[in-house]
């Protein structure tokens, strides 16, 4: 099984289309697409968990303490990955994102958190 990706409201929708456009056969869905406007950073983990997706995301101010909690109680996350800073280069979060994809298994990732890009 290959690593899928989902976007929360955070993420610029900018990132996700330029992953696709360089690699489009990842499997990434946006927030819009996934039916995740306006929901809390609990529900987006528990979708993301359920769909076995990776969470994308900028917001680093909530989501790690969120996904420790989600933990605590027994949830199983695919993973989070943190965009950070706001403004790194698209290019260069693209890049990185398809280098996990290509590069890594889905296991590898599960309960963590990691600032993308390295």
Request: net charge neutral.
């Amino acid at each position: 099984m290959s690593i899928r990706f989902q976007a929360d409201n955070d993420l610029k929708r900018f990132i996700v289309d330029a992953t696709l456009r360089r690699e489009p056969s990842i499997d990434f869905k946006t927030a819009q697409t996934a039916g995740l406007d306006g929901l809390d950073d609990e529900l987006v983990l528990r979708f993301a968990s359920e769909q076995g997706r990776i969470l994308v995301s900028h917001d680093k101010r909530t989501m790690p303490p969120r996904l420790a909690e989600f933990i605590r109680l027994g949830g199983t996350s695919p993973g989070v990955l943190l965009v950070i800073p706001q403004h790194a280069p698209v290019r260069d979060v693209a890049e990185t994102l398809i280098l996990i994809w290509a590069g890594s298994r889905p296991e590898e990732w599960v309960n963590l958190v990691t600032k993308i890009p390295f």
